[in-house]
Every structure is written in structure tokens, then in C-alpha cells.
């Protein structure tokens, strides 16, 4: 098995652009690839039941609804969803416990961008045949989100990156114009609490219980103030006054309560339940919510609107998404690959923009008038997208986000010093090198 030293992160894009670049002109030409880095040839062969293993479905049935179509078309190769967890850091969990135990229970699985290097370098999926799979319209740091050592292991079917839900009634009820910079942002929760019946709501929400949620939202901060974890070269470069500054914004701002206290137990549907229940003002979210605000609120209540400015500069999102992969102990991988073709098309991420308002991975579907007009937030996301950086890409990711989440939530409970936070972390990123 040839893994990725420890030392070898690839922070943002620049590495994975370069490696994505091989992929195109070298993996998989002949429509196979190869097993996980062993260098052994896969035959997409095998035709028959699949299962699809992904997070919970919170869109209401929709998934299983699009693959009952795919069922329809296809009765001899049906395919049955299996749901875990809604926590990122419990679906890692079960899909490496699945991949230790050579079960076979579990065929294509949504593997979360970052995981990628892990499952490839442990051999846990199989490389894809990029040639098949790639066209000119995915997004290209999108694309490479699937590269791990110079092929392709994992199509991505949804990206992501945050968006700034706001609470669009209550701005207009306090006379406030929607924030683009922090400084508005914290004028405006002042604003909004000085109104009858709101004066305990909530400020700038995000997810900051110890998940990988945190890993995230503490990502942005840092990413913002201009500090990083890892050079493009894969040498640690944490402890910078950039990336104490970072997390000190993030520390005071719980202080000041504008970030709630309450967002230290918050995932994903913690915090949209505030939002929706008149509990929050502004929302660091996913733009899957935007479905579940329509439903539950209405246009006239909420709306979105691009992450403000931290500091005077300029709001780095965290590139989220999701991608496709075969498990090495599938047995049906033509099946397998068929389904992901047919899962990536652009019939697939229209349907998952209009019925999950999952992020599509086609750049032409940002500029289509008919989800323009159902969706008018996307040029929005999409400048999200533009600008995000990924998490640091490691075999040993799940060390790497339990460092980051160790060394920095304890710091923010207690109001604590970003320099401790950032010293604590360096250390604990040293011991993984």
C-alpha cells in the first residue's frame, strides 16, 4: 500500500490543482483504473444490486425518491440507499469501520471531499476512470477534490461552501440594511435586540460543536485573517500573528456574544432550528438550508447573502461537497459506475438544485435562468465557491481535525487566549508530522 507522509498535507488547491492535471491526461484511459495506489488494475465489472451510503437525508424523501427513477429505469440493478448519521465525523466512522471489516454491505459511498486521501491511501475505494467522468463544466477545484496522488478516486456530485442566511423580517423591522462587513454585522444584532420580544435572540450563528463542524467554522476564521495551516510545500506554518488573529476574532466574538454560547453544541440542524424558530439572527450555513426556509418560513422572512468581511478582509469560506466513491469489496462496479455517471449528470444536479438545493458541481447551472429564477441566491454561492479554501488534505485527516478541535474549543468556552489555542495546536500538528 503506498500512503501520503503525514508531512505531505495539500493546503487549499494549488497541490490538488497540479494533481488533477495528471489525472486528466493519465488516469484511467482505458476505462479502468487502479486499486487504491497498489498499482493493481480494477475491472469495472459486475452488473446487479448496489447500495448508495450516504449522510442522513434531511430533503424529505427526495433522494430516495430520485433513486426509486433510477430503479425504474434499471429493475435489474436496483439500487438501495442507506442513511447514517447526520454528523459528518459518525458517517466517517462507519464507512472506515465497513471498509476494516471487508464487509461488502456498502458499494458507492458520499465520502466528504476531505476524506478522499484518507480512503484512497488506505485503499478503502478504487480509483475511477477519469476520462469517463470529467467534461468542461465541472468546476475545476471542484474536480480536483477527488485527486489523491496524481488519479482520480471520488466524482463529486454536490459541492459546497457557506452562505449567510439573515432573518430578512427582523432587519427590516429594526431598520437595518443587510450587513457586509462584522462591524454592521454586530450593529445590527444590537439593533435587532433592542427591539421588543428579541432582546436575548441570537447574533452570527455557525456550527461550533467539537465535530468537524468546528474544524470548519474555525478554518474560515483563520483562513480570513490571512494565516493558514500548511504552506503549499506541506511545511506547518500555524503559528502566525494572521493566525492568532483569526482565532481571537473568534474568541471575542463569543465573548461579546454575538456568536451565541449556544452554538458551542450546534450542528448543522441545531442552528437552523434557531434560525427557524426566531432564535437567531444571522446564520453561517450550508445552502441546503435554503429549501428547509422556504418550507418553514417563507421568502418574506428570511434571505441570503454573502459572508461579511472580517477585520477588512474579505470572508474565506470553507469549501465543503461531497463526492462519489467505489468501494474496493463492491461487487458489482460496472453497476457501480454506472450509477455514479447517471447520479453526476446534469439531469441529477439539476434535480438536486431544485430539490435539495444542493450546490451543483456544473458551473453552467449558476448562470441558468430557470434556477435563477427559483434560486436567485446563486451567484452568491457561487462567488462563495470561487473564493473557499479546503481544509488541509491528509491521510491523517482524522488526527488532524481532532488537533484543531482540541487546541481551539476549550480556548473558546472559557474566553481563553488565541495564543495558547494556536501554540496548543502547533504542538499537536508537530507530533502528527
Not at 425518491?65 to 440507499?81: A, S
Request: aromatic share 10%; with cysteine; glycine share 8%.
Amino acid at each position: 500500500m503506498v500512503t501520503l507522509p503525514r508531512r505531505r498535507f495539500m493546503q487549499g488547491s494549488a497541490l490538488a490543482a497540479a494533481l488533477a492535471a495528471a489525472a486528466a491526461c493519465s488516469s484511467g484511459s482505458d476505462g479502468s483504473g487502479s486499486s487504491g495506489g497498489s498499482g493493481g488494475e480494477v475491472a469495472f465489472e459486475g452488473t446487479g444490486p448496489i447500495t448508495w451510503v450516504q449522510g442522513k437525508d434531511n430533503s424529505g424523501g427526495m433522494v430516495q425518491k430520485r433513486i426509486d427513477e433510477w430503479n425504474e429505469l434499471y429493475p435489474d440493478e436496483k439500487v438501495t440507499l442507506i442513511e447514517l448519521s447526520a454528523e459528518a465525523d459518525q458517517q466517517r466512522q462507519s464507512m472506515v469501520q465497513n471498509a476494516q471489516t471487508n464487509s461488502e454491505a456498502y458499494d458507492v459511498i458520499s465520502v466528504d471531499n476531505v476524506w478522499v486521501s484518507e480512503f484512497a491511501a488506505n485503499q478503502w475505494i478504487v480509483e475511477l476512470p477519469a476520462d469517463e467522468l470529467k467534461n468542461d463544466d465541472i468546476i475545476q477545484p471542484v474536480w480536483d477534490t477527488g485527486v489523491y496522488m496524481d488519479r482520480f478516486y471520488a466524482m463529486p456530485f454536490a459541492t459546497d461552501a457557506p452562505v449567510m442566511f439573515y432573518r430578512k423580517d427582523l432587519l427590516e423591522e429594526a431598520g437595518v440594511e443587510v450587513p457586509t462587513t462584522w462591524e454592521e454585522v454586530t450593529a445590527a444584532v444590537d439593533a435587532v435586540r433592542a427591539l421588543p420580544g428579541h432582546e436575548n435572540i441570537g447574533g452570527f450563528g455557525g456550527q461550533w460543536a467539537k465535530y468537524e463542524g468546528l474544524t470548519c467554522n474555525i478554518s474560515e476564521f483563520i483562513h480570513t485573517a490571512g494565516g493558514a495551516f500548511y504552506d503549499d510545500e506541506g511545511n506547518l506554518v500555524i503559528n502566525t500573528p494572521e493566525t492568532v488573529a483569526g482565532v481571537k476574532a473568534a474568541i471575542d466574538a463569543f465573548s461579546g456574544d454575538y456568536i451565541p454560547t449556544k452554538a458551542l453544541e450546534w450542528m448543522e440542524e441545531d442552528g437552523r432550528n434557531a434560525f427557524e424558530s426566531d432564535s437567531l439572527l444571522f446564520y453561517r450555513q450550508w445552502p441546503y438550508q435554503y429549501a428547509n426556509n422556504l418550507e418553514n418560513l417563507g421568502t418574506d422572512k428570511f434571505d441570503v447573502a454573502a459572508l461579511p468581511t472580517i477585520g477588512g478582509n474579505a470572508f474565506v469560506p470553507t469549501l465543503g461537497g461531497h463526492n462519489c466513491a467505489i468501494t474496493t469489496n463492491c461487487q458489482n462496479k460496472a453497476t457501480a459506475l454506472k450509477f455514479i455517471k447517471w447520479f453526476t449528470s446534469e439531469d441529477s444536479e439539476r434535480y438536486a438544485l431544485d430539490t435539495q438545493t444542493l450546490a451543483p458541481i456544473l458551473g453552467s447551472l449558476y448562470e441558468d435562468e430557470e434556477m435563477l429564477e427559483k434560486f436567485p441566491y446563486l451567484p452568491i454561492l457561487k462567488d462563495s465557491l470561487d473564493a473557499a479554501k479546503g481544509r488541509p488534505q491528509a491521510v491523517a485527516y482524522g488526527d488532524v481535525t481532532a488537533a484543531i478541535q482540541d487546541a481551539v474549543y476549550p480556548e473558546l468556552q472559557k474566553g481563553g487566549s488565541a495564543e495558547d489555542a494556536v501554540a496548543a495546536l502547533e504542538s499537536r500538528l508537530k507530533d502528527l508530522a
